[in-house]
């Protein structure tokens, strides 16, 4: 059931995002208590309240007529945030271009946590630039991987 209405809810906001030239980072149906639909979404010249109100009236009004979710719910729409967990592989390649810290299983270069640019994906491996060189970190090597937020 879960994996059935973030499947539909995908379906309905491509043409949302297309039109903004926006990112979906990850949706979430939380179904504890009441639930609760959460979609992140990210633009690479700045997530903005507005961007997120957009999408939140467009999708919202869509849902409604669908009828997707037969109970009332809860509707979030937001920003990734500054220091997100990547969680899957499309956020590789989402934010490419921005820090990032990778905690490692096993250790590269002597190495357990590389810091350095993200930038995209080979395959199943992430390319990060850091010290002066590339790192090739295999996908199955990485414990967990945050965004990093500098000022």
């Known amino acids: 059931m879960k994996q059935e209405v973030i499947g539909k809810v995908k379906e309905l906001l491509k043409p949302l995002l297309e039109e903004r030239e926006l990112k979906l980072v990850d949706i979430e149906y939380i179904t ?84 350095g640019v993200l930038k995209g994906m080979e395959d199943d491996t992430v390319l990060v630039e850091g010290e002066g060189k590339e790192f090739k970190i295999p996908l199955e090597n990485i414990s967990r991987a945050n965004l990093e937020f500098k000022q």
Do not use: H, M
């Not at 009441?34 to 979609?39: G, M, N, T």
């Not at 109970?71 to 967990?85: A, D, F, Q, T």
């Open 32 to 115: 504890e208590g009441k639930p609760v639909l959460r979609i992140y979404i990210y633009n690479p010249e700045g997530t903005s309240i507005e961007d997120c109100e957009w999408i939140s009236r467009r999708i919202g009004a869509l849902l409604d007529i669908e009828d997707i979710i037969p109970v009332s719910y809860i509707l979030e729409v937001s920003s990734p945030g500054l220091e997100r967990k990547l969680k899957n592989k499309e956020e590789y390649e989402i934010f490419k271009g921005r820090d990032i810290k990778i905690v490692l299983k096993e250790p590269v270069d002597n190495q357990n946590v590389i810091k």
